[in-house]
Nanobody
């Protein structure tokens, strides 16, 4: 059974930094591509960043490019999202996600999701 458990969300002020973590189990993590998404009540869930199984290929939404950085620790089955210079528009529930096959590119509607972690940024 695939489990993705996010942590690290909290309330911060504009300009602060946060690092989110996602601990994965029930899958062959070192050969799974991983992604982060976010959602607010007013918007559909949106893509934030993806990282391939090796950690060498990363992709970011334009809105977070240069501020957010995705990374992974394959020895500990964990993917991270370092978020710098946070802004109020980054307020959302952040989700970790992956697909159902090794090496499969993370789509905009991945197969597996975590329960999410709340990030709130005040001005």
């Amino acid at each position: 059974q695939v489990q993705l458990v996010e942590s690290g969300g909290k309330s911060v002020r504009a300009g602060d930094s946060l690092r989110l973590s996602c601990a994965a189990s029930g899958l062959s993590f070192p050969i799974m591509n991983m992604g982060w998404f976010r959602q607010t009540p007013a918007k559909e869930r949106e893509f934030v960043a993806t990282i391939d199984w090796s950690g060498r290929t990363k992709d970011y939404a334009d809105s977070v490019q240069g501020r957010f950085f995705i990374s992974r620790d394959n020895a500990n089955n964990t993917v991270f999202l370092q978020m710098n210079n946070l802004q109020p528009e980054d307020t959302a529930v952040y989700y970790c996600a992956t697909e159902d096959e090794p090496f499969k590119r993370v789509s905009r509607r991945p197969r597996y999701w975590g329960q999410g972690t709340q990030v709130a940024v005040s001005s």
